[in-house]
């Protein structure tokens, strides 16, 4: 099964409460203890044991780094490279509760920016946004800045800059800590389960680079194309009105689920590459919906509740502070 549909089945998960289990030969779901809102993907080692992927490193003694003669891994590479090779499983997390429902929101548009941002070197192809958007998306599964600025994306390969500036493809380097790790002596399940958790890594990594398992929702929503920030940037530049019509439907009231879903994507691409750079492009909207002054209030609200990388203050000197003072809730 390739990740595009474990993520899938995480999705449904988030709009199925009723969702079978995982399909799969060698990973499930499992709830953390006091978690119950928090599903984390799991590997079966043999009949009796399992492991999170979030913490394969249970499975050998760290300390072994700490005695590592390598030519190119250094012992503080290493525990970054751990670290990262941890806490990026944490894309599969379902996390149901409220509270984590903006992350969630976030992670998804992040991970699906970031796999469909192909670097074609053209004018909509904003290669900049991309890295920033993985490090986003980093930085929402846990990583700090000592991880993530280390990474880079070239030539749609994901790069990793060493102690010594040297940079590494990140396939290279999962070859290879685990054949330092696999150096040491652990018993036979162990060592499978470790070599399936080698080869999970880097389908992980071509995974959220779009390499070789691009997912794509599988909702029948005309205006999904528009969550994708290519084709929304194009569409802007070339009919902005049509992308303005988009907007309204956003906050059509009889969205289902999976349509909401998808409107919440194309406000965030509207707030990242228009109104972030140019927040003045609002009062174009309110002319467009000058008819309907109602309207506009209502996605003006809805973008500054996802409040993604835009919030009030960023429309300061636009002329829209009346709207800006009856909204309520706000910030």
């Not at 030969?25 to 979030?54: A, M």
């Not at 469909?116 to 700090?144: I, K, M, V, Y």
């Not at 790069?159 to 685990?178: F, G, N, P, T, V």
């Not at 203050?313 to 809730?329: A, D, E, H, Q």
Request: hydrophobic share 40%; charged share 25%; net charge negative.
């Amino acid at each position: 099964m390739s990740f595009s549909k474990i993520y899938d089945y995480k999705l449904r998960a988030y709009f199925n409460e009723r969702i079978s289990d995982l399909s799969h030969e060698d990973l499930f779901y499992s709830y953390p203890d006091q978690e119950q809102n928090l599903r984390i993907l799991t590997l079966n080692i043999n009949e009796q044991d399992h492991i999170s992927l979030v913490r394969w490193h249970d499975l050998f003694d760290r300390s072994l780094f700490t005695k590592m003669d390598h030519p190119i891994l250094s012992v503080a590479d290493a525990e970054r490279l751990i670290r990262l090779l941890s806490l990026i499983f944490n894309i599969f997390d379902i996390h149901k509760d409220i509270a984590y429902s903006q992350k969630n929101l976030c992670c998804v548009y992040y991970q699906y920016q970031v796999s469909h941002l192909a670097e074609r070197g053209n004018e909509f192809s904003p290669t900049q946004d991309r890295l920033l958007f993985l490090h986003q998306l980093l930085f929402e599964l846990g990583l700090g800045d000592d991880i993530y600025d280390r990474l880079t994306i070239e030539n749609n390969k994901l790069m990793y800059s060493m102690e010594d500036a040297r940079q590494y493809d990140m396939h290279i380097l999962i070859d290879i800590l685990h054949e330092h790790i696999n150096k040491n002596e652990m018993d036979i399940d162990t060592r499978a389960a470790l070599g399936k958790i080698k080869n999970l890594q880097g389908q992980l990594v071509s995974f959220i680079l779009g390499s070789h398992d691009v997912y794509d929702f599988p909702y029948d929503d005309f205006n999904k194309p528009f969550a994708e920030a290519t084709m929304f940037i194009h569409a802007y530049n070339s009919n902005k009105n049509r992308v303005l019509e988009v907007l309204i439907d956003c906050i059509n009231e009889h969205q289902s689920p999976t349509e909401k879903f998808i409107s919440n994507l194309i406000l965030m691409n509207y707030s990242y590459f228009i109104l972030k750079s140019n927040p003045s492009e609002i009062t174009y909207f309110k002319c467009f919906c000058k008819k309907k002054p109602g309207v506009f209030m209502k996605v003006l609200s809805a973008l500054l509740e996802i409040r993604f990388f835009i919030d009030k203050s960023s429309f300061t000197n636009t002329g829209i502070n009346y709207y800006l003072s009856r909204l309520k809730g706000v910030k």
